[in-house]
């Protein structure tokens, strides 16, 4: 399966470029190459593959990216909504 | 079990107080409990995984330890010897693999924390972190075979590396954490860690340099490169960082998907069922006639978990549309177009499109879920796609539903 974009336009990776130190170790850890370098920083590059796991904003040392990380789980979503975030569960789908 | 880790067993240390350090030797395999009494407050203690007191008891020591079979000798270190890992999987190894692939006694098979080696390593040889999910483990010395390496297991609480990374158990502390508690700084003379690149959700890279001294390269994604990765061990090309999701991989998680999907599955459809056969002995309809019509409703919303459950996973690069829900609405209306057309016997339009209906709100809701188990859907994807998934669903199965009823009730 080569093309791995989920939904267009929703995710809430954000890059403050003025920050980046250029280190590059976001698009190290990326999953899906949604980073890359350009000009000695980094741009986002495919933001709709982003899949908002939160990897490049931990590791990032300058807090140069931030993102709403999550589970995308539907599963996970249905618990959030009729238990609250903090009783909700995964399990159901394999997601953990 | 709550104060197993108090209680001394045959065999095994006093444990020390929670404030004093632990120094000696980590021995996992030999004393798994009294090592370090208390385990680091992760983020999410409410589930998904163990509680901590089951996991100080030591697997290894029970008469039916899981890991027991894959302790090969120990290597002498300066801190001890340290256990060695096979590299040759069993067939227990593969039985025990697909217990826990359909969560039969997971927990069980959570291996101790602590540092292992596989192969002959000395103190230049490379570290390797890991989680301490049974089938992580097996996937990793597999892949191992033949190499000289030191593994450091992580208490995961038995999860995998990308869902404990999420949930905040494969994380900076934890890391650092075991670090000091095997002594590892003594074990190597380099400060260099490797760790999967799935893990970078839950580690910060800096973080660990800064608390511990060692570095954290990442390395690929895939157990089964990390041969290739560890000839030249300074950076994982491209390929190995790239998530993948191949047939292969995604037919592992069919039978995942079955059993998650078999237990509400029944109870949903023993209900429907129990209030289908209270209305149709009700109604006018011949016994035979409301039996016919109720098997009809079960068949139909097996044509949707099979839709749903087995078929999207499969098809899934194929299937029109972006959204798990539309997508396994599509093929649920395909699989009870097909299936009214190949097996069921003849019948009127209204029940034809009510059957339809139960099968493509099951296909898509099963499909929706499915999400959970990709490895590229984000979760603003999911809660957008959600909000209107959820009343569509619910609206599709409850006219499919009154439709079926109303068959039942009618004959």
Redesign the interface.
């Known amino acids: ?8 336009g ?3 990776l954000t890059l403050d470029a003025s920050r980046c130190n250029g280190c590059r ?1 976001c698009t ?6 949604v980073l890359v370098m350009k000009d000695g920083h980094a741009v986002i590059d495919r933001r709709d ?7 490049c904003a ?2 990032c ?1 300058q807090q140069a990216l931030g993102v ?11 618990q959030t909504w009729f238990k609250g975030k ?2 909700a ?8 | 079990m709550k104060n197993s880790h108090n209680a001394p067993m045959s065999g095994d240390r006093l444990p020390l107080s929670p404030d004093i350090e632990d120094t000696r030797p980590h021995l996992p395999f030999l004393s798994a409990p009294g090592i370090l009494p208390e385990l680091p407050r992760q983020r999410t203690d ?3 995984g163990i509680p901590s007191s089951i996991l100080t008891t030591p697997p290894i020591a029970s008469r039916n330890a899981p890991y027991r079979h894959c302790h090969q000798g120990n290597v002498p270190s300066p801190v001890g010897p340290i256990p060695r890992l096979g590299t040759r999987l069993t067939p227990r190894d593969y039985w025990g693999g697909l217990k826990v692939r359909l969560g039969m006694g997971r927990n069980r098979y959570a291996m101790p924390a602590g540092l292992y080696a596989v192969g002959r390593p000395d103190p230049r040889s490379p570290v390797l972190v890991t989680a301490n999910y049974k089938l992580t483990v097996d996937a990793l010395r597999k892949e191992l075979h033949g190499h000289d390496a030191w593994i450091l297991v992580l208490d995961t609480r038995g ?2 590396v990308w ?5 905040g158990t494969f994380a900076a502390k934890e890391l650092v954490h075991r670090l000091k508690a095997s002594r590892l700084e003594q074990v190597v003379t380099h400060r260099r860690l490797v760790l999967p ?2 893990s ?7 973080l660990v340099k800064q608390q511990s001294g060692f570095r954290v390269i ?1 390395g690929p ?1 895939r157990a089964r490169d990390l041969p290739a990765f560890l000839s030249r061990p300074k ?2 090309p ?1 390929d190995m ?7 292969k991989e ?1 037919l592992t ?1 069919v039978p ?2 079955i059993s ?1 999907a078999f237990r509400p599955a029944v109870w949903i459809l023993g209900m429907a069922m129990l209030m289908a056969l209270l209305l149709g002995m009700a109604g006018p309809a011949p016994f035979m006639t409301v039996l016919h019509t109720m098997l009809l409703g079960g068949a139909a919303t097996v044509v949707g978990l099979i839709s749903g459950a087995v078929l999207t996973p499969i098809l ?2 194929w299937i029109p549309g ?3 829900a539309l997508k396994g609405g599509f093929l649920g209306l395909g699989a009870a177009f097909i299936s009214q057309l190949a097996f069921y016997p003849a019948m009127d339009v209204e029940t034809s499109i009510a059957l339809t209906m139960m099968t493509i709100a099951t296909s898509s809701f099963l499909a ?19 909000r209107w998934a ?1 009343p569509a669903q619910a609206l599709v199965v409850t006219i499919g539903l009154i439709g079926w009823l109303q068959a039942v009730w009618g004959g």
């Open positions: 399966m080569r093309n791995m974009t989920y939904l267009p929703v995710s809430t170790t190290l850890v990326c999953p899906h190459a593959d982003c899949m908002e796991c939160g990897a931990l590791n040392p709403t990380p999550g589970v995308g789980c539907a599963a996970y979503v249905l903090d009783a569960c995964c399990g159901g789908s394999g997601c953990c | 409410a589930c998904c999860i995998n869902c404990a990374a999420g949930k690149q799935l970078a959700s839950g580690v910060a890279g800096h990442w994604i950076e994982a491209p960082r790239r998530m993948s999701f191949t047939l995604r998680l995942v998907e998650a899934l690069p972006n959204a798990f929706m879920n499915f999400t959970g188990a990709t490895p590229f859907a984000s979760p603003s994807g999911v809660e957008k796609e959600m959820i």
